[in-house]
């Protein structure tokens, strides 16, 4: 099915102002109101839990080898581990994954 220019920008504005209400429903209501401790306990794990959800696929299957797992990115994904855990740094340990991961690339010939 093709859409118009106004069907598109009209499903534009109204999945925006949906996102709207569903983030305003919890920021803007209780936002000024003190939360629980647990609930602040538990809100201290949504980047842990986001950046491997974001990472997980595209090292296992990435679509730079057509959805097959490679040696290279594997490696990389290893070395932020460890980089992670030893330093208890995230920056640090994009910073070695993306380095591992170009460096493995290079030496593998990909780049």
Same mark, same amino acid.
Request: no cysteine; glycine share 10%; aromatic share 10%.
């Given at each position: 099915? $093709?859409?118009?220019?106004?069907?598109?920008?009209? $499903? $534009?504005? &109204? *999945?925006? !102002?949906?996102? /709207?209400?569903?983030? /305003?429903?919890? +920021?803007? *209501? $209780?936002?000024?109101? @003190?939360? @629980?401790?647990? !609930?602040?306990? *538990?809100?201290?794990? %949504?980047? !842990?839990?986001? *950046?491997?959800?974001?990472? #997980? @696929?595209?090292?296992?299957? @990435? &679509? #730079? %080898?057509?959805?097959?797992?490679?040696?290279?990115?594997?490696?990389? #994904?290893?070395?932020? +581990?460890?980089?992670? +855990?030893? %330093?208890?740094? !995230?920056?640090? &340990?994009?910073? #070695?994954?993306?380095?591992?991961?170009?460096?493995?690339? /290079?030496?593998?010939?990909?780049?």
């Amino acid at each position: 099915m $093709i859409y118009s220019s106004t069907e598109i920008w009209g $499903i $534009i504005a &109204a *999945l925006a !102002v949906g996102t /709207f209400v569903i983030r /305003f429903s919890f +920021l803007g *209501l $209780i936002g000024d109101r @003190p939360m @629980p401790s647990i !609930v602040l306990r *538990l809100l201290r794990y %949504t980047p !842990v839990a986001v *950046l491997p959800g974001l990472v #997980a @696929p595209l090292v296992l299957w @990435p &679509a #730079a %080898t057509g959805g097959q797992p490679d040696a290279v990115r594997l490696i990389a #994904a290893v070395v932020a +581990l460890a980089v992670g +855990l030893w %330093t208890r740094q !995230v920056i640090w &340990a994009i910073l #070695a994954g993306f380095g591992a991961l170009y460096m493995g690339l /290079f030496v593998a010939g990909v780049l």
